[in-house]
């Protein structure tokens, strides 16, 4: 299989300062077809109709050819520039434009009229918003419920550091799946995700947790960063504590020089390990793969979970 290549012009001029670091060539088990589905291009389409980002694209993704083939994408809110410069991602950084008010409606409409039976809702940070952004996930979340009553709704949202108010109001329009993704072990927090607090993310889903106890959350986290397994173990037993139900673990890819550099890519037999150990320590699901990121089979592994949760309730 050809190597995919979602390179874009650089759009980070506030890593300029950083020293390129050379992108290593992928392995095998994590390279992938370029995406030339009649699927794919109906899935662009839609949301280009609907003028709606996505994370698949912003973030270059490397299963959008696998995920827009099957009519999934998960939709980008609030615009496609984010405040904040994390080392890992791809997303463009700078000042954002208004919120659009229209946003709720193309949601819902993409969500009514694709025959999803799940959609995932993300956004940039937005750390200019006085509630960070929670009343657009809201409202998304209500109007996609109003216009799809069957589809299930997952977030997948930022930390909504020194913002008052912003979990509560995402997890008061309940919505079937809170995911917040911690990243990284803590200690590469400082070069990694700068912006961000390793234990206020952990505390945000704990807290989620314990708003709604049938609330279903999920966090992932990322290697190839520099990590040691003893780190990704602790960072399991973090989430458990937090009540983490679902977690997803993939491998870091770098987008360009001026992003973190790849340390190592940890083999399909060293994830297989970490899911062992994962569902050992009490996860209800787990996704552990080179190419598994938060959004990927998001409708499949629901439906998974919801059995597995109605399983145990059973005592099964």
Request: glycine residues 8%; proline residues 7%.
């Amino acid at each position: 299989m050809s190597d995919m290549t979602l390179h874009r012009p650089q759009r980070h001029p506030e890593k300029a300062h950083r020293p390129d670091s050379p992108i290593r060539r992928k392995p095998a088990w994590i390279r992938v077809k370029a995406p030339t589905s009649k699927g794919y291009a109906e899935t662009r389409d839609r949301l280009r109709e609907n003028n709606l980002h996505t994370v698949c694209e912003e973030a270059a993704c490397p299963n959008i050819g696998e995920c827009w083939a099957r009519g999934h994408a998960t939709v980008m809110i609030l615009g496609d520039v984010c405040t904040r410069g994390c080392a890992f991602c791809n997303v463009a950084t700078g000042r954002p434009g208004p919120v659009d008010p229209a946003e709720p409606g193309n949601v819902a409409r993409v969500a009514a009229g694709s025959g999803l039976t799940h959609i995932v809702i993300t956004s940039v940070d937005r750390d200019d918003l006085a509630d960070g952004g929670a009343a657009q996930f809201a409202a998304c979340i209500r109007a996609v419920r109003a216009a799809a009553p069957t589809v299930t709704v997952e977030v997948l949202t930022p930390d909504f550091r020194d913002k008052p108010g912003g979990l509560e109001t995402v997890v008061g329009a309940a919505p079937d799946v809170f995911n917040h993704n911690l990243e990284c072990v803590p200690r590469l927090y400082p070069t990694i995700r700068p912006g961000a607090r390793y234990y206020h993310s952990l505390r945000l889903l704990d807290r989620a947790k314990g708003m709604d106890g049938r609330l279903v959350t999920k966090s992932g986290i990322m290697v190839g960063l520099g990590e040691t397994r003893t780190e990704v173990l602790q960072v399991m037993d973090d989430m458990r504590s937090a009540g983490v139900d679902f977690l997803t673990i993939g491998q870091y890819l770098q987008p360009t020089p001026k992003h973190a550099p790849v340390d190592r890519f940890a083999t399909p037999d060293e994830f297989d390990e970490y899911a062992r150990t994962a569902r050992s320590k009490g996860f209800l699901l787990v996704a552990s793969s080179p190419l598994t990121r938060s959004s990927y089979h998001a409708d499949r592994d629901f439906a998974a979970l919801r059995a597995s949760r109605a399983a145990n309730m059973r005592g099964i």
